[in-house]
């Protein structure tokens, strides 16, 4: 009786709200909806709505340091019209732009964690802000979803959950609340929904298989090396990467004086896994600028985009699109107004992607007054897009042949995959999927100075251009950028040792020391996370310097 009548205030109270709604908020339907408004709810993975049932709710869940908890979200109202009860006075596009959800994380009773969730945070599919009043998000998933819910759950782990979600048992509170932000003034309204679930976290058991170094199998094109390590630092190394204190390591290879000394796969990876390494790949693009030079294809990196474009059939056109140089691209110093890192930049790559034709997009960008050409390193992604369309248009039948007998199959790599952009020309700004074993061969090219059983596949004077403190990395103490090649040193007892390396999201890197006889691959899933690169540079610093060269004889 009671459950009853709360309902129904509540609905008359929802009805008196909607009078003063900016949209009418879609209808409470499913009975699970109207068993649960003001519920945040938790489920393993993503069970579809209409058949989410009451015994789906979790009351319980193991947290692995691989899991699937999502949460579904039932409200009475749907997001702006929270937001319009907040600050009646602004338009619907206005508050939008000025606010969102908050969400608070208490652990065993006690806050740990707040976050007022970007404007721009949506739901999904379905999870239209305006009218939606339910929506579900994952906070951890093994499935390779990349949610800005995922990295919210690692920032409340980073600030504070990871110290108190210790082994044992633990209630996890959630609770949602809208909020604004006017004139740098927060303001947050009333609690909107709000769930409870017991965490039991168990410790990590290793197996002596999972720690001990593994055996290289014998089939690969590589002479496996015969160079004493310190085998108890890698121990350690696997002991991090199984006890998920390094997180989403797939694969660590190291060859040593061109011989494969070190073959390890993590997370269900293994020899014949391609790996996602996203912007890793935009290096290729050099290399293959590099062939179509000594070639002949291209006259040199200092050709200009007139070139190659009639640039006044793009919007913005001015004279300084014209002196765009092939090596203004390759070192990420172009005048374009576009940056990566700065989400408000017309030529940001999130904006590129939904683009028809990411050429086209690139070239229509305008300049940007306070940039010169080659003058000021700033990361721009559709930039390698069209350094990708000039060798695909003037390479003998584009750029996927011509990669594939070039490069690819004088390295004997067969085991490789390309993503393309919509114009079906291989994406030269990343996700060139290859295995472990393949990308070392790609780094060792390099360090070999361009030469690979006995074949020069690339001049020396192309990987001596590439390997040059070509421009200053901003804000970056002595790193730089070559040739779509970062650079930087690491210090290890005393001494530096300069590299080389080609660097994507989720920790992804492929090494290539100057001095010392040693290129390093590291690939990782952690993409989008804050740790990802550190704990590569970790893994370099902490255990592979370590067991090669500290090894006592």
Partial sequence: ?????????????????????????????????????????????????AEYKKTDILKSFELKPRSDLNIRVFMDNSVV???????????????????NLQFSFYVDGKLIYTENIHHGCNFGSGGNKNTSTVFRVPLTSTKGEDWWAMNMWERFKNNGGEKVLNTGTHELKIELRPYIKIDDTIKTGNLIAEGQLKLLIKPIVLTKKQIEVQQIQPGSDWEISNQSFDKKKIEELNSAIGNYNLKEITSVVVIHNGKLLLEEYFNDANRNTLHDTRSAGKSFASTMMGIAIDEGFIKNENQTLNTFYNLKQFTNYEPKKDSVKIRDLLTMSSAFEGSDSNGNSPGNEDNMYPAENWVKFALNLPMDKTKTNGGQWDYFTAGVVVLGDIINKTVPQGLEKYADEKLFKPLHITNYQWQYTPQKVPNTAGSLQMTSLEYAKYAQLYKNNGLWNGKQVLSPEW??????????????????YGYLFWNKTFAFEGKNYETFYCAGNGGNQFIVFKELPLVIIITSKAYNKQYAHPQAEKIVKDYILPAVLDYKR
């Fill in 463 to 480: 990987v001596s251009k590439t390997f040059t403190k070509q421009i200053q990395i901003p804000e970056r103490n002595n790193e730089f």
């Fill in 81 to 99: 019209n929270y937001l319009h009860q907040l600050a009646p006075e602004l338009s619907a596009e206005t508050l939008l732009k000025t606010g």
């Fill in 1 to 49: 009786m009671t459950r009853i009548i709360l309902f129904l205030l509540l609905c008359l109270c929802g009805k008196i709200a909607a009078q003063n709604d900016l949209y009418k908020a879609d209808e409470i339907t499913y009975d699970i909806h109207k068993a649960n408004i003001g519920k945040v709810t938790f489920m393993n993975g993503n069970i579809p709505l």
